[in-house]
């Protein structure tokens, strides 16, 4: 069987994605009942971190442990990626020693080439363009809470940033509605949008977004990188924050989604941070659970 990676949500199937929330909700039951779940002994995990994480280091981290493997963590101070050695050969002599990767870096490009020189499986923990493990997290939260999301409609508030990205993918993998809301200069890729067709709308008004929507979803103004800009986006940005004014305009039984880290008072207010619509904890931790299903899937494909 051919190599799988996980690049994007569209490298697997909308049944693929279906059955691998349903593996996570799976794994997490197990988990809390402490049933051990060793699939994978002696099995290594390569992550290879050139931005820094705390959620996706230590979900990842335990969640090939609880598998039954390891985990090697790189950064760029610490191998030759950092010093100027090209990404093919990097990516030939970690495969040949790991069973599986997952990478954090800045240009998805990098992802890709590391992925076509890779022999094992290829995870993206994080790219400019696109953080798909954290939308995995985010539909298994929806569908504990509130079932399947099919159908549904999200609103999407701030800036059109990889995370966002990967919404426009989720629309129309897991088959539901995506209006975003973002200041002019601040939309995300034109060719994602007419992709998706009329799955994703982009709107103005934050207003116009949440109303009718059945989940609401935000991330920092200023990701990594973009720290010479915080102010500036700090600026423009200031009227797509998340409260209890904007939530009251969706539907009744709306939940409140994000990636973390957050700025409170800034994209979502200190408020609805702690508010009982609020999933952002139980989001946190279905990191550990989606890519441990991920992990599996993948793994699974290569041995086969």
Known sequence: MALRHFLTLNDLSPEELDQLIQRAIELKAEQKARKPSVQFPNYVLGM????????????????????????????????????????EDSARVISSVCDIVMIRTFEHSIIERFAQYSSVPVINALT?????CQLLADIQTFVEHRGSIKGKQVAWIGDGNNMCQSYINAAVQFDFNLKVACPEGFEPRADLLAAAGDRVEVVREPADAAKG???????????????????????????????RELLDKANPDALVM????????????????EDPKSVIWDEAENRLHAQKALMEFLLNHAAS
């Open 213 to 243: 929507s059945d989940l609401l979803v935000t991330d920092v103004w200023a990701s990594m990188g973009q720290e010479e800009e915080k102010q500036e986006r700090r600026r423009k940005l200031a009227g797509y924050q998340i409260n």
């Open 258 to 273: 994000h990636c973390l880290p957050a700025k409170r008072g800034e994209e979502i207010s200190a408020e609805l941070m």
């Open 128 to 132: 400019d363009d696109y953080h798909p």
């Open 48 to 87: 290879i971190f050139e931005k820094a994480s705390t959620r996706t280091r230590i979900s990842f981290e335990a969640g090939i442990a609880q598998l039954g493997g390891h985990a090697i963590f790189l950064s760029p101070r610490d191998t030759q990626l950092g010093r100027g050695e090209p990404i």
